[in-house]
């Protein structure tokens, strides 16, 4: 009786240890190594896995439960870095072009990574809210005004500019330097058109309340 007793038992744990099993297996992110890919433009991008198809790479993103996924242009993808941080540089210069070398091109996109933590400048936008509110009051013919004040303001690349307790060793090289600059000035013109035109959008408005209310 004690010999079926125990062999029951021997059976249950088997099957919890099998039941344990199965439920690792159905976590993607357990199951798969996180990799690192790294964008032209300074993004990262955390995926399980990833396929080369043609001029395309078809990735899975890390956080995806789905298994669902993606693609992208490998022409947009500067390197993929395995999950022991071996890294596989996708892009290749070719010189005939000019195209800048394997290492600079990593000190620009270093540059537009520092631009994207380090960049703020609220004056931008509250100057880009009160030209776009200052515009709304012209009616329609005020809708190309935002737009314009956006092109002057980023006719001038803004000055690299990190906090002093931040220390960036390639802080300083021309790569580096063009990286971050060409990133501030985008992000620049990209938040004087959202806050111009919401600007625009609130003083329009109001000006439309106020006709109908009249």
């Known amino acids: 009786m004690n010999l079926l007793v125990l062999g029951r038992e021997i059976i249950m744990i088997r099957l919890i240890k099998i039941g344990l ?9 357990v199951l798969s190594a996180q990799q690192n ?25 890390f956080e ?29 210069p070719d010189s005939s072009y000019g195209d800048p070398s394997v290492e600079d091109l990593r000190l620009f996109i270093k540059g537009e990574q520092a631009a994207m933590l380090y960049y703020r400048k609220p004056a931008n936008k509250w100057s880009s809210l009160g030209v776009g509110a200052a515009s709304g009051f012209m009616s329609f013919y005020g809708t190309p005004v935002p737009f314009l004040y956006s092109t002057i303001i980023g006719r001038h690349n803004p000055s690299v500019e990190i906090p002093d307790h931040i220390f960036i060793p ?30 625009f959008g609130i003083s329009l408005s109001t000006l439309v309340a106020l006709s109908l209310s009249n």
């Open 170 to 199: 390639e802080a300083g090289s021309e790569a580096f330097n063009y990286g971050y600059e060409k990133k501030a000035r985008n992000i620049k013109i990209k938040q004087s058109l959202i806050w111009g035109y919401i600007g």
């Open 21 to 29: 099993l199965f439920l690792f297996l159905a976590q993607p992110n």
């Open 64 to 92: 995806s439960k789905s298994l669902k996924s993606k693609y992208i242009n490998r022409y947009n993808v500067f390197s993929i870095s395995d999950s022991g941080g071996i890294e596989n540089v996708l892009y290749v």
């Open 37 to 61: 890919m790294l964008l032209m433009d300074g993004k990262e991008i955390k995926i399980q896995r990833h396929f080369f198809e043609g001029t395309r790479i078809r990735y899975v993103p």
